[in-house]
C-alpha cells in the first residue's frame, strides 16, 4: 500500500514570511509529484508538478524533490494571506497511473 | 474550455436511500477519476476510467456502490443504500490519459457534491 504522509499543521507563517511544506512517501518507483491547493470548500486545483530531482521553480512557488530520500517539499515565498488553504501532496507510479493524495498541510499566512 | 462538471453540489438524503452523482469531464480526457474526501483527508480514489472501461475500481465498496462511464464521456456514481458514513464530499476529475503519452498526467478536479446522510 502506498502511503503518502504530511504533517497536517497548522502550519502558521507571518504574511511576506517563507512557507515550508513538506511531504514524504514509500513507494520507490514513483516518478511523478504534484503539490494541490484546496481553498475551505473547494475543489483541489494544481500548482505544480514536479518530476525529476532538484528544484522547479515557479513564481513564487518551488518544488523541491529528493527521490533517494524520497521527498518532495513545496516552498512558498512572500506568503500571502491568500495563499493560507491546505496543501495536498500527490504521488504517481509510472505502473497505475494512479494518484496517491497525502492527508494535505494546513497553512495559515497571518497579516 | 469548460472545467469538470458535476452535478448536483450538495445532496441530503436519509440513510438507506439510493443517491447518485453525475459528472462531465474536460472535453477530450479518456481518464475519469471518483474519489470520496473526508473533511480534513486528502481525496481517496474510488474508481478510475480509461473510456468506458474501469481499469482500477479496488477501492469501491462494491456492495453498495457502483459506477458507469457508458460512452467513455460522462459518468455516473450511484451509492445503493447509502449509510450515515457516506457523507463526504465526491470529487470527479479528469485527466487526458494514457494515450497522452507519458507520466505526466494532470488531473483536474470538478467542484464535488458534498453528501450529507442523515
Known amino acids: 500500500q502506498k502511503e503518502v504522509e504530511q504533517n497536517s499543521g497548522p502550519l502558521s507563517v507571518p504574511e511576506g514570511a517563507i512557507a515550508s511544506l513538506n511531504c514524504t512517501y514509500s513507494d520507490r518507483v514513483s516518478q511523478s509529484f504534484f503539490w494541490y491547493r484546496q481553498y475551505s470548500g473547494k475543489s483541489p486545483e494544481l500548482i505544480m508538478s514536479?518530476?525529476?530531482?532538484g528544484d522547479k521553480e515557479d513564481g513564487r512557488f518551488t518544488a523541491q524533490l529528493n527521490k533517494a530520500s524520497q521527498y518532495v517539499s513545496l516552498l512558498i515565498r512572500d506568503s500571502q494571506p491568500s495563499d493560507s488553504a491546505t496543501y495536498l501532496c500527490?504521488?504517481?507510479?509510472?505502473?497505475?497511473?494512479?494518484?496517491?493524495f497525502g492527508p494535505g498541510t494546513r497553512l495559515s499566512v497571518l497579516p | 474550455e469548460a472545467g469538470v462538471v458535476q452535478s448536483p453540489r450538495y445532496k441530503i438524503i436519509e440513510k438507506k436511500q439510493p443517491v447518485a452523482f453525475w459528472c462531465n469531464p474536460i472535453?477530450?480526457?479518456?481518464?475519469l477519476y471518483w474519489y470520496l474526501q473526508n473533511l480534513g483527508q486528502g481525496p481517496e480514489l474510488l474508481i478510475r476510467?480509461?473510456?468506458?472501461?474501469?481499469?482500477?475500481d479496488s477501492q469501491l465498496p462494491k456492495d453498495r456502490f457502483s459506477a458507469e462511464r457508458l460512452k467513455g464521456v460522462d459518468s455516473t456514481l450511484k451509492i445503493q443504500p447509502a449509510e450515515l458514513g457516506d457523507s463526504a464530499v465526491y470529487l470527479c476529475?479528469?485527466?487526458?490519459?494514457?494515450?497522452?503519452?507519458?507520466?505526466?498526467?494532470?488531473?483536474?478536479f470538478g467542484p464535488g457534491t458534498r453528501l450529507t446522510v442523515l
Open positions: 476529475a479528469s485527466s487526458l490519459g494514457l494515450s497522452s503519452g507519458g507520466i505526466t498526467d494532470t488531473q483536474y
Open positions: 514536479i518530476y525529476s530531482n
Open positions: 476510467y480509461e473510456n468506458e472501461e474501469a481499469v482500477d
Open positions: 500527490a504521488v504517481i507510479d509510472n505502473y497505475g497511473q494512479n494518484f496517491v
Open positions: 472535453s477530450g480526457h479518456n481518464t
